[in-house]
């Protein structure tokens, strides 16, 4: 549980900074407080905290922390869910891709370009204040400057990802001058815009801060590599890559070498409330309860997911794991995964009589799918009782819609309702559990990626086995009623080829970050995005009739479209994503 006091995101009491316009070129934080009159440290400080805020600020309908609408149900790794495809039937339209149009109100992605352009008023806002406090009354301002850029450079970096051309907002400019500026800037220049606020953090911030949440050198160097790894990928105008950069991989292995951490012993512990920053997680957003507000700072971004029909959790049954992304969690003899195969055949595919799945037989599986899908007869949440809470094995009838989404849950994203950490307000289910932007995990990963991309595979493998290490140590909470020995990992003795270790480290991401909202962008940035999910939509038609006329272009679908509002405010000044 989070004391508000220690916790820098919590919400400013007494400050009046946030007011909605009609468009983010408009918005700046108004009410009690302007520009002249707030130039002391003091309420500096308070502006800090507000552009914290900015970054936790999401809701349902317009996520910023968690990507489980625009990177897993856009992906091979989930459907929708919940109760039929009209059912938020936005989220229908991204999933079936080819429905995907620009003019859709304020609702899912155009609500978040203006939910981050938001978070970037924050900050541009309390730069233009600091920027002019003397050096001599502040002794933090260097600091504060960077940690500011540092959060602004994030809300760039989630904006690019979702939407390719982006405008890039700085504090020096007026609004005169903000509305002026394009969206349409060359590829790279608009990821070196991004690095350069991301540079200034890492060259000005600590190695670490006293105040748990506040950006540190470690999380700038973090994303330092991420920057350059997606930098190097370099994509045309029909977002084909055309060149990967060597220079850049480079980069990536010289920031990622500067991130200090740890993996957590078990991998459950990143899902679990109690494990907020710990050794694991170097770049999170941070939340809370009981912190003296009405409700608290709780994260309610996976509000509409928890399992339905339980009387232990509430609305909506969203979000919900694909038979393609279960079936990749199978191994071989050795314990390692089924790279080319891994689909020829449906595990956890049919049920008994009671609303159970069978035991498997001669199966042997990655323990991190028991941490990541809710299955039918198995433990949920690590609960393998009825408590206080309830029955907490997961049932066939926790599905809402099983007739079209089939019955895998998601568990990563949920915590038991008897946890400090749980709130439910009406129907929703809101948490104090942080989320995580960055694990050490992907750090590693990302090391690993480069290296492989720079034909030097062999130094790859002991970073992918460290993953794979941790996994097969994560066993000691109930998992599977019972039947463990189901679970096999297995170490790679070696890559044979760079072929080979580039298909066994792209299969390791997606184990290990499965429904973290990561895969669709991973896709994109490989430039595999049409050729993974066109398969994987050809084979899943067969399963799941509501995908029966889904298709992926590529040139079009790899970017959300410029929100048509945005367009028409800037009066054509935007340019449109290819194909919309």
């Not at 400013?12 to 070129?25: A, Q």
């Not at 968690?66 to 039937?89: E, I, L, Q, T």
């Not at 620009?102 to 008023?121: C, E, H, L, V």
Request: hydrophobic share 35%.
């Amino acid at each position: 549980m989070k004391n508000y006091k220690y916790y820098i995101t919590a919400i400013i009491l007494g400050l009046s900074l946030v007011s909605c316009s009609e468009d983010f070129l408009e918005y700046e934080p108004e009410g009690v407080l302007s520009s002249d009159n707030v130039a002391t440290p003091e309420n500096a400080e308070g502006l800090v905290i507000a552009a914290y805020a900015g970054i936790g600020n999401d809701e349902m309908i317009g996520p910023l922390t968690h990507m489980w609408v625009f990177g897993s149900v856009r992906s091979d790794d989930a459907y929708k869910g919940g109760g039929g495809r009209s059912d938020v039937g936005e989220i229908d339209r991204y999933e079936q891709y080819n429905l995907t149009i620009p003019d859709q109100g304020d609702f899912m992605a155009p609500r978040t370009w203006t939910n981050y352009y938001k978070a970037i008023s924050r900050a541009n806002f309390a730069l233009q204040v600091i920027n002019e406090i003397p050096d001599a009354d502040y002794a933090n301002k260097t600091i504060r400057q960077a940690e500011l850029r540092f959060l602004r450079a994030h809300s760039h970096f989630m904006l690019k990802i979702l939407f390719k051309k982006i405008p890039y907002i700085t504090e020096e400019l007026s609004q005169e001058e903000i509305a002026q500026v394009t969206n349409d800037i060359p590829n790279d220049e608009l990821w070196n815009k991004i690095a350069d606020d991301f540079l200034f953090a890492y060259e000005n911030l600590p190695q670490s801060q006293d105040e748990v949440g506040r950006a540190d050198r470690n999380a700038a160097a973090a994303y330092m590599a991420k920057v350059r790894l997606y930098q190097a990928y370099e994509q045309n105008d029909q977002h084909e890559v055309t060149n990967i950069n060597q220079s850049r991989l480079q980069e990536v292995i010289q920031y990622a070498d500067e991130v200090t951490g740890n993996l957590e012993d078990d991998f459950g512990n990143n899902f679990l409330d109690g494990f907020d920053n710990g050794p694991e997680s170097i770049w999170a957003v941070q939340f809370s309860i009981n912190d003296g507000t009405t409700v608290g700072r709780l994260s309610f971004v996976t509000g509409l997911n928890s399992p339905h029909g339980t009387g232990l959790y509430g609305c909506c049954g969203f979000h919900l794991a694909s038979q393609n992304m279960v079936n990749a969690f199978k191994t071989d003899a050795n314990g390692l995964p089924l790279l080319d195969e891994f689909n020829s055949e449906d595990i956890f595919n049919n049920l008994l009589p009671d609303g159970t799945t069978p035991p498997a037989t001669g199966l042997t599986v990655d323990p991190r799918l028991d941490h990541t899908v809710g299955i039918p007869g198995r433990p949920f949440k690590y609960r393998n009782t009825v408590n206080s809470s309830g029955d907490m094995v997961y049932n066939f009838s926790w599905a809402r819609d099983p007739g079209v989404y089939g019955y895998f849950g998601n568990m990563k994203e949920q915590q038991a309702p008897d946890c400090s950490c749980y709130k439910k307000e009406g129907p929703f289910i809101g948490t104090s559990k942080n989320i995580d932007f960055i694990r050490y995990a992907d750090v590693l990963l990302w090391k690993a990626e480069a290296l492989i991309q720079l034909d030097r595979w062999n130094e790859a493998l002991p970073l992918i086995n460290e993953v794979r290490a941790r996994a097969a140590a994560s066993t000691a909470r109930p998992l599977n009623a019972g039947a463990e020995d189901i679970y096999n990992v297995g170490l790679y003795t070696s890559f044979p080829s760079k072929e080979y270790a580039w298909k066994a480290l792209k299969f390791e991401r997606r184990l290990e970050f499965a429904m973290e909202g990561d895969r669709f962008f991973d896709l994109v940035r490989w430039g595999e995005a049409a050729q993974v999910l066109n398969a994987y939509l050809d084979e899943e038609k067969t399963k799941r009739d509501f995908l029966s006329s889904a298709e992926f272009t590529a040139g079009r679908d790899e970017y959300y479209p410029i929100p048509q509002r945005e367009i028409d405010f800037t009066g054509g000044l935007y340019k449109q994503n290819p194909g919309y």
